[in-house]
Nanobody, 122 residues
Framework: QVQLVESGGGLVQAGGSLRLSCAAS????????MGWFRQAPGKEREFVAA???????LFADSVKGRFTISRDNAKNTVYLQMNMMKLEDTAVYYC????????????????WGQGTQVTVSS
């Protein structure tokens, strides 16, 4: 089991950028595939991006070309760089860890952070 803590959320104007961080502890970080999900009010949690143990990445179509995901195994941290942000990116963002394989399915992730709020204003 790994403990995850997100940070970096906040208020940003449409078109702006924000970088989220997720610090992991209590496990061997390099063994985990890591994912970012988000949940807007009244909506289901949705996949945003994921990164394999090897560094390969996967993105939701809605963020492809605007968001990047990266990891620093030496710092036990995964990042989500969000550029050209839109109003519809407003949500609570969660990071999650998966010992098995990269996936878009939230049910297949083992451990979750508490989330960080991201609000995009016009």
């Amino acid at each position: 089991q790994v403990q995850l803590v997100e940070s970096g959320g906040g208020l940003v104007q449409a078109g702006g950028s924000l970088r989220l961080s997720c610090a992991a502890s209590g496990g061997t970080f390099s063994n985990y595939a890591m994912g970012w999900f988000r949940q807007a009010p009244g909506k289901e949690r949705e996949f945003v991006a994921a990164i394999r143990r090897s560094g390969g990445t996967l993105f939701a179509d809605s963020v492809k070309g605007r968001f990047t995901i990266s990891r620093d195994n030496a710092k036990n941290t995964v990042y989500l760089q969000m550029n050209m942000m839109k109003l519809e990116d407003t949500a609570v963002y969660y990071c999650a860890a998966n010992l098995m394989a990269i996936t878009r399915k939230p049910d297949e992730y083992d451990d979750w952070g508490q989330g960080t709020q991201v609000t995009v204003s016009s």
